[in-house]
Nanobody, 124 residues
């Protein structure tokens, strides 16, 4: 059974930075596409960023391009999301997700494994 555990969330002022981590266990992490999604109150869960199993390709939502960076360390079974120049509209619960069929997809319905989420709050 694959488990994903996020950490690193918190409260920060606009313009600040946070780094989220997602530790995986129970599966073949280096074979999964990993992604971050987020969900703000009253809104649907939306795609933020994804990274190929090898770490050689990434995709970002337009709203975070140039500010967020996704990376992974397969030796540590961990994926990261570095978030810089945070804005109040980035406030959400951030979820780590894993996809086992090698699909580089932004569709949340294609992801097989999910973490419990970590809260990020950005104040103006």
């Amino acid at each position: 059974q694959v488990q994903l555990v996020e950490s690193g969330g918190g409260s920060v002022q606009a313009g600040g930075s946070l780094r989220l981590s997602c530790a995986a266990s129970g599966g073949t992490f280096d074979r999964y596409v990993m992604a971050w999604f987020r969900q703000a109150p009253g809104k649907e869960r939306e795609f933020v960023a994804l990274i190929k199993w090898s770490g050689t390709r990434t995709t970002y939502a337009d709203s975070v391009k140039g500010r967020f960076t996704i990376s992974r360390d397969n030796a540590k079974n961990t994926v990261y999301l570095q978030m810089n120049n945070l804005k109040p509209e980035d406030t959400a619960v951030y979820y780590c997700a894993g996809e086992r069929d090698l699909l580089m997809t932004t569709n949340r319905g294609e992801y097989d494994y999910w973490g419990q989420g970590t809260q990020v709050t950005v104040s103006s």
